[in-house]
Nanobody, 127 residues
Framework: QVQLVESGGGEVQAGDSLRLSCAAS????????MAWFRQAPGKEREFVAA??????????YYADFVKGRFTISSDNAKNMVYLQMDSLKLEDTAVYYC??????????????????WGQGTQVTVSS
């Protein structure tokens, strides 16, 4: 049984940093792409970042609105994925979800390409 458990959310002020963690179990970690999505109240779930592995190399993919501010990383030995969020803005307030799957090439940002989801962790950015 695949389980994804997020942690690290909380309330911070604009400009602050926060690191989210996702612990994965029940899957062969290196065979899956891992991603972060988020959903703000009244809005659809949107892609934030994804990370894949190919021949021991990591590849990161980011939504335009987080490029330069967020960094996705992983520790395959621990089955962990992280999202380092810097220079947080008010509009980053959302529930952040960890996801895993085997998305088709160039489809890393599509939520439908991911099979497994965590329960989400709330991130609130205040002024």
């Amino acid at each position: 049984q695949v389980q994804l458990v997020e942690s690290g959310g909380g309330e911070v002020q604009a400009g602050d940093s926060l690191r989210l963690s996702c612990a994965a179990s029940g899957l062969t970690f290196s065979n899956y792409a891992m991603a972060w999505f988020r959903q703000a109240p009244g809005k659809e779930r949107e892609f934030v970042a994804a990370i894949t592995w190919n021949r021991s190399a990591y590849y990161g993919y980011y939504a335009d609105f987080v490029k330069g501010r967020f960094t996705i990383s992983s520790d395959n030995a621990k089955n962990m994925v992280y999202l380092q969020m810097d220079s947080l803005k008010l509009e980053d307030t959302a529930v952040y979800y960890c996801a895993s799957g085997q998305p088709r090439r160039y489809s890393y940002s599509a939520a439908g390409e991911y099979d497994y989801w965590g329960q989400g962790t709330q991130v609130t950015v205040s002024s």
